[in-house]
């Protein structure tokens, strides 16, 4: 799991205006709440006072306040209240990590990183939602007991279709079907199944997509994943995995479904539905797979030409690894229980002073 990268906290219905949530992320808890604007925030979860659980508490008014002895916080982490003190300013060290927040596609979100504004990845941009001639379904959650890097790596594997998902009807694919790509954060495949592809169309120029190809799936940093299906030269889905890793045996998708055929709105049920048996499908195979989390050494895994795309994503892991952002969950484990870590927040590079310790990272290279 990774640090500094944009991660779906909730969904935007489930973030009312009246109280706290609590969620857990990278093994971690955090409290989102809305203030009175409704514009959301995103907190570290533990109460610096004596280790309450700020999620569990109570919105008073822009802030959040803790269930055990009422310590008030605000969007931007400062405590601002602590009513066993009266009228007396908070002390400095008083705050907790507050991480930046975006909501979009229907989802909340966070920035779990230190990382300032000009240096964050950005969160992934779907073209096509919002954009003429396309239809986005409901939101579809799904809770998947795995590693969230095993589901990525699912998506991302050409091969599996036929055996996976016979009733699709895709037809046989290898090493030669497919080719690699990659860009600024992440990469993928594009695989040519034979039917003729639409360079013509808007979302063909915009992705440079030439030859004749009608599938691709690609990832954005750790846990984006997008995949586009042609179905025939004027109908395209694009469908979009904003994977929340919750620790390393849950998963909780955020999965936008969008297309630019068949609008009707009474299609999106059953559009939905064929998806989700489809998803069904892969967890039944997902939630199966031994050691749990993907093996740090490639060779403990035998992997062949057509599992480039694999290889390709364990390598941008990798990438995220030197540059200091991997989090170092056996350091964490050895501690649960005894020490509260918090995911450094981008004002931790501002001033020091912070009563958590920030989380474990494996060494930058
Ligand atoms: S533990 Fe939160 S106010 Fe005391
Ligand atoms: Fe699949």
Redesign the pocket.
């Known amino acids: 799991m990774y640090i500094n990268f944009w991660y779906p906290v909730c969904t935007a219905e489930e973030l009312s205006a009246d109280a706290p949530l609590q969620v857990q992320l990278l093994g971690l808890r955090f409290v989102a709440f809305r203030d009175s604007d409704g514009k959301p925030h995103v907190l570290s979860d533990t109460?610096i006072?004596?280790?309450?659980s700020l999620g569990t508490g109570k919105i008073k008014g822009d802030c959040v306040e803790?269930p055990?002895?009422?310590?008030q916080f605000a969007g931007d982490g400062r405590c601002t209240h602590i009513p066993s003190e009266g009228d007396a300013k908070p002390p400095a060290r008083a705050k907790v990590d507050a991480y930046p927040t975006e909501e979009r596609y229907g989802i909340v979100f966070a920035f779990l990183g230190d990382l300032p504004e000009d240096e964050r990845p950005e969160l992934y941009n779907i073209k096509e939602f919002g954009a003429e001639g396309w239809r986005a379904n409901k939101l579809v959650i799904l809770n998947v007991n795995c590693y969230y890097e095993r589901s990525v790596e699912n998506g991302l594997d050409p091969v599996h279709n036929q055996f996976v998902h016979p009733a699709q009807g895709f037809p046989p694919i290898h090493k030669e079907t497919f080719r690699t790509w990659n860009d600024d954060w992440g990469g993928g495949f594009k695989a040519d199944f034979g039917d003729p592809v639409l360079e013509n169309t808007q979302i063909a120029k915009d992705r440079n997509v030439t030859g004749e190809l009608s599938a691709g799936s690609w990832h954005h940093g750790p846990n984006t994943l997008v995949t586009s299906i042609f179905v025939n030269a004027a109908s395209n889905f694009v469908q979009v995995f904003f994977e929340a890793p919750v620790d390393k045996n849950h998963t909780r998708i955020y999965f936008v479904n969008m297309r630019n055929f068949i609008l009707e709105p009474e299609m999106d049920d059953k559009v939905i539905e064929i998806n989700k048996r489809i998803a069904q499908e892969d967890i039944g195979v997902l939630e199966k797979l031994y050691p749990v989390r993907t093996p740090d050494n490639l060779t403990k895994e035998l992997m062949t030409s057509s599992d480039g795309v694999i290889v390709s994503y364990r390598e941008w892991l990798r990438k995220f690894e030197k540059k200091g952002w991997r989090i170092d969950q056996r350091a964490m484990q050895q501690n649960e229980g005894d020490v509260a870590y918090a995911i450094p927040s981008p004002a931790r590079r501002e001033a020091g002073n912070w009563v958590l310790d920030p989380v474990p990272l494996m060494p930058a290279e």
Do not use: E, L, N, T
């Open positions: 109460c006072h004596r280790g309450g803790c055990y002895h009422g310590w």
